[in-house]
């Protein structure tokens, strides 16, 4: 059952690392470090930065900038061709050296991980002692330029929004006691589970800000949401820790952009082919 004191305990340790895919090119490639970086999926200027150094977001290029516009905003971008496979080791190795220090309890995406804090571990000197060695960890043991946002919470929701109150290499606690004025200042769509839809939503209802938002009743919100996300995230702004609810994957994909010399039918026929396989091999590692 969720408790609402006051004095929830830091159960979760929830990281998130810092424009992945660039820092691990800068990582692999010293003459990259310091510079702004665009790793794209194919040297073409009509696709998108699938990652973008923070030298490069300092030039306001981002997830998703179409590569014509980087170079306008960045003429000096290093653009570099995306190496999945590359991306995937890592992963791992930081898998590995964040449970040197805890264990991993869900890795939520190839950049994201959390780890549920037990016993005196909840305590608050000892949770950014935790953060701390984890940040050192991957330093020493996984790349000397890694870094990440580290957040500490009652719950995982609120330990990930967190992470996103200091970038680069934060290290953030969200208390109970600061709940829900913390909160305040966000905008709706930096809370997890709030995109673009939802957002449109949430405004249709006269709900324009993170502070409106936290003033609705567990009924409003369940109408907002329709069903049991409005209740369970009306109690995740709380610090409240509800158990996860099982869920059963229904699809599972694999999307390429094509570079330009395969945009025919027979290349796009080579790429699709292997595009059903990588989604077989995923199935029968699935099973």
Known sequence: MPTSENNLPLRWLFLDLNAYFASIEQELRPELRGKPVGVVPVMTDSTCCIAASYEAKAFGVKTGTIVRDAKKLCPHIQLVEARHRVYVEYHHKIVQAVESCLP??????IDEMACRLIGRERELEKALAFGRKIKQALRDK??????CSVGLAPNRFLAKVATDLQKPDGLVVIRA??????????QLQDLPGIGRRMNTRLLKHGVYTVQQLCALSKIEMSKIWGGIIGERFWHWLRGDDLPEIATQRRTVGHSHVLPPELRNDEGAYAVAKKLVHKAAARLRHMN
Not at 177 to 186: F, G, N, V
């Open 177 to 186: 006691e600061e709940l829900p004025e913390i909160l305040h200042p966000l």
């Open 104 to 109: 991993v309890a869900a890795v939520l995406s």
């Open 142 to 147: 996984v790349g000397s330029t890694l870094r």
